[in-house]
């Protein structure tokens, strides 16, 4: 199974990127018909730890590193960092085009989560990938289906979003079911406070 490690904006914080989403170009395309493949808000979160494939037998393992990463944040920490959905842009070009929006507030503190349970999943023996943290929430994948003058005046649109502040209350372990639908199956949630 694909697993990774979550966390989910609220619904204030969804429904006001919701109206920013809908002045894009990349939304108006898709209302035409255009596949820009926009993230369905059921989708909005930002990854904190990527697993990858990990075998079904080994998912209460992930599960039971999450919950020592998130009790020794615990330990240390009254709360969740607190964050708001602010800036964005593009990743990569033409066909493999992505466009995000960012994370500001305390992306130290969530880092630094986000740091403790790779290395409890570690010390668990199970994968964790090793990319340099860069908090996001993925919009769409229009990929080269939207002109690039479009994807251009979108990811301007998106450096200048500043949603509200939110704190983070629940880390969550989720499954990814891929396809041109894709899924996400909650399996685990832990809460920060």
Known sequence: ?????????????????????????????????????????????ITLVFLGEVAEERAADAGDAVRRGVDAWRAHASGGPELRLAGGGRFGRGRFTVLWVGVDG???ALERLARGIRRELKGARLPSDNRRFNPHLTVARPGDRLDRADVEADRGALAGYRGPAWPVETVELVSSHLGPRPTYEHLAGWRLT
């Open 1 to 45: 199974m694909r697993l990774f490690v979550a966390v989910y904006p609220p619904a204030e914080a969804c429904d006001h990127l919701a109206r920013g989403l809908a002045e894009l170009r990349v939304t108006a395309a898709a209302d035409r018909g255009v596949n820009t493949r926009l993230a369905r808000r059921d989708t909005w979160h």
């Open 106 to 108: 305390e992306r130290g």
